[in-house]
């Protein structure tokens, strides 16, 4: 069952999985679409789907079940494991300055590239594939092991014993990354020069052979064509007998089991379903996954509270899962506030999304009456507590638990840069805190990414006021005075009764309004903003 709103890390995994096109979609699903796409110079015949769906295969074929080294923690990334051998071809760095791009603080590279796999499989015709997040991104390279084509039977099954996979998951895996990739993608000239032969091909540049006839579409043909003695994959019937691996594995049962995908497409599909998912959940041991990420039916998202004067301004949209506009109806919000008192609005329509090869349609709405990127003003010292939707008459409040807004601290519309070039601080960071609430700390929050690539936050502590300064009756000011180089697009965090909170949305401190505008300091916040 889905996870409870608000979690930070679990509602980005979310929309990472499941906003895949259309209004907030992620931009990763962009790049297999359609499943031929391929970035990379003008090469024909190759698509970014097959590089990803590969990459996640050899980042997890180094995990030992013996000792739980190893597996999918992007360690592949790594020059001393991608320029291996057995990592032959520039699909690895390819791959990565794509799942590199989509990480952020709740997405590591691990968590992006497993996902790439499943938005590749699953948007290319394959079947939807449970995805977890959590992975932990390797900072040294893992023992080698990934299996090569030129090795023999007994060497690819003791391999892929140790990745955890009987003989049967063998054949099947290995079918399952052929139909998909093979069926995604298939062997290139340059790096396996003894496989594929140049092919002359205007439509082929990079003169690949692929695995089946339907390249770029996750069907059973590798079986079908197989069986039927049809294939031509370069690794079946390569004119190099040592390097046709597949025609080893695939015929180490007798066929059984390759027999048993070419009967039956749904056998198939279940299968490389559940195959997939166990190869991204290979882990090295220690890391915890989260439970399987599953749609929030009613999902808020870039809930934001701003101060301005008097007024916390709340904006925000809703997404409706698997539904249409038509079937949402009338769409609005009601919330409670710190006095017993309760407001409500409606909703404008802001867009419709897709996702997993358009099995799901989404709704979104932006909370506001008119214009779905307004917010809504809320009376500072009435505040909010939490929020329940009303879509088409319906109460959506999670069984009266309803969903909980922390208005304790939030970004003051106050901050404002000094000057670009002159002075030490040049800008001031404005946090408004509400006067019940005693934090502990209130930090600033910067992403970084650290000399291996990972995403990190970097806090900057924002000083506890001397004095209270008050900003209305129920807030007073917290202000940083900090270098734009120094933080750089932030959010803010809070340390409050032993939990820590954090904004969603990232402000760029260089979009500060100018100190100078009729602000003269941090002791007069709010003086010539306009409502
Ligand atoms: C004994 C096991 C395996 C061997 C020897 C093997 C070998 C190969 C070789 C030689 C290529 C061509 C790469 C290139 O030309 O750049 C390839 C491509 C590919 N492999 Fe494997 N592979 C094995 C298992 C797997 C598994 C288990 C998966 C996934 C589940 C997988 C997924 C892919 C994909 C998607 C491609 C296409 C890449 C593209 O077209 O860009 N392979 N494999």
Not at 261 to 272: E, R, V
Not at 278 to 297: C, K, Y
Not at 442 to 464: K, Q
Request: charged share 20%.
């Amino acid at each position: 069952s889905p996870h409870i709103w608000p979690s930070p890390k679990l509602d980005a995994l979310e929309s990472a999985r499941f906003d895949q096109f259309g209004f907030n979609a992620g931009i990763m699903p962009g790049f297999i679409q359609p499943c031929d796409s391929f970035l990379f110079a003008d090469d024909t015949g190759r698509s970014n789907a097959a590089d990803w769906i590969r990459t996640a295969y050899h980042d997890m074929a180094t995990h030992s079940t013996t000792d739980g080294t190893g597996g999918l923690d992007a360690s592949i990334r790594l020059d001393a494991e991608m320029d291996r051998p057995e990592n032959a071809g520039d699909g690895f760095r390819n791959t990565f300055i794509i799942v590199s791009g989509v990480t952020n603080r709740y997405l590591g590279i691990a968590d992006a590239l497993a996902l790439a796999a499943v938005v590749a499989i699953e948007n290319c015709g394959g079947p939807e594939i449970a995805y977890r997040g959590g992975r932990i991104d390797a900072i040294e390279a893992n023992t080698p092991g990934v299996p090569e084509p030129q090795q023999d039977l007994r060497s690819h099954i003791a391999s892929f014993a140790r990745q955890g996979c009987t003989q049967t998951e063998m054949i099947s895996l290995v079918a399952c990354g052929r139909v998909s990739l093979h069926s995604f993608g298939g062997v290139q000239h340059d790096p396996f020069p003894n496989i594929v032969d140049e092919l002359n091909d205007p439509e082929n540049t990079d003169d690949i052979a692929h695995f089946d006839t339907t390249f770029v579409h996750f069907d059973n043909n590798v079986a079908t064509e197989y069986i039927s003695g049809t294939t031509q994959n370069p690794l079946v019937v390569g004119f190099n007998d040592t390097t046709n691996s597949d025609k080893r594995i695939f015929g180490n049962d007798g066929n059984a089991t390759m027999r048993s995908f070419a009967d039956s497409p749904s056998l198939f599909t279940s299968t490389c379903a559940e195959l997939f998912a166990r190869m991204i959940d290979t882990v090295p041991s220690g890391v915890q996954l989260t439970d399987v990420i599953t749609p929030l039916p009613v999902k808020p998202d870039n809930v934001e509270l701003t101060m301005v004067n008097d007024t916390i301004r709340l904006s925000g949209q809703v997404r409706l899962w698997n539904t249409d506009q038509a079937s949402a109806g009338t769409v609005g919000v009601l919330w409670d506030d710190h006095l017993g008192g309760q407001g409500n609005t409606t909703f404008a329509f802001a867009g419709t999304a897709s996702s997993i090869g358009g099995k799901y349609n989404s709704v979104w709405y932006g909370f506001n009456a008119i214009t779905p990127f307004g917010f809504i003003g809320l009376d500072a010292a009435a505040g909010i507590e939490r929020f329940r939707f009303v879509v088409n008459g319906k109460l959506e409040d999670r069984e009266g638990v309803g969903f909980e807004v922390q208005d304790a601290y939030m970004f003051s519309l106050t901050s404002c840069l000094y000057s670009l070039n002159g002075g030490e601080d040049p800008l001031r960071l404005d946090v408004a805190v509400r006067n019940d609430v005693n934090p502990t700390r209130i930090y600033a929050e910067s992403l970084v990414f650290d000399g291996f690539g990972r995403p990190t936050i970097a806090e900057t502590d924002i000083p506890r006021p001397d004095q209270p300064v008050a900003i209305n009756a129920a807030y007073s000011l917290w202000s940083l005075n900090a270098s734009a180089i120094d933080l750089g697009d932030v959010t803010i965090g809070a340390e409050i009764d032993g939990k820590r909170y954090s904004t969603v949305q990232r402000r760029s401190v260089l979009l500060f309004p100018s100190c100078d505008g009729g602000i003269s300091g941090p002791t007069q916040p709010g003086q010539g903003l306009e409502l």
